[in-house]
């Protein structure tokens, strides 16, 4: 099954956690790692806060770690009604996260990916199929 990598896990990775980098290089043919639009927002916003320095080094970093994702997953309208879904949902429970965690949920949902994330808050969504690379 595919994976969708979530900004934390790319965030590991670009700060040179050998244990997230590795398994993301074991990966075979059929376990092909993607990214999303959402997280690359994410990844350039905080490499926008950074000085001058940093932030040119780390925006050339996150462009070749995206390059070598097998895709970037773009916002589509299935993902919006996923999206809408898994909000209505968890507003209803009372258990609401962030609103990127729920586009980047979404597309993992709606791809049939399984999401790689460090973040605990995935781990409550039914249906969302999640690993920790870092267990």
Sequence with gaps: MPYL???DTLSFILNGNPTVAAKKESLN???LAYSSVITEGELLAGALRMGR???LELLGE???L????AGLLPV???????YGRLRRDLEAEGKM????DLWIAATAMQAEFTL????????????????????
Excluded: P, Y
């Excluded at 995206?66 to 994702?69: A, P, R, S, T, W």
């Excluded at 996260?97 to 990127?100: C, D, E, I, T």
């Design 5 to 7: 990598l979530d900004t």
């Design 29 to 31: 043919m059929s376990e």
């Design 53 to 55: 320095g940093r932030r």
């Design 62 to 64: 996150i462009k070749l």
């Design 66 to 69: 995206l390059e070598d994702m």
């Design 76 to 82: 589509t309208s299935d993902i919006a009604h996923a």
């Design 97 to 100: 996260m962030g609103v990127n």
């Design 116 to 135: 790689v994330s460090h973040d605990s808050d995935f781990q409550r969504l039914t249906g969302l199929q999640v690993e920790d690379w870092l267990a």
